[in-house]
């Protein structure tokens, strides 16, 4: 999630507010602290033009980079 959100030039804040969510949500999201629902992974996926698969399983998609 924050390397698309950096990738979209986004703070967590900008993206917190779009996505409608607490920054210390989304703070707790990248680093691993929280898990996203289907639902409000859906929505961070369609904001940051991610799969759905990448917001839910993100050790999963950072290790083919």
């Given at each position: 999630i924050r390397q698309a959100r950096l990738k979209?030039?986004?703070s967590q804040q900008e993206l917190a507010a779009?996505?409608?969510?607490?920054?210390?949500?989304?703070?707790?999201?990248?680093?691993g602290k929280a898990f996203a629902s289907r639902e409000f992974a859906k929505v961070l996926a369609n904001k940051l033009n991610i799969s759905v698969v990448d917001v839910l399983y993100p050790e999963s998609?950072?290790?083919k980079q």
């Open positions: 979209k030039g986004l779009v996505a409608e969510c607490s920054q210390g949500y989304l703070s707790d999201l990248e680093n998609t950072s290790e």
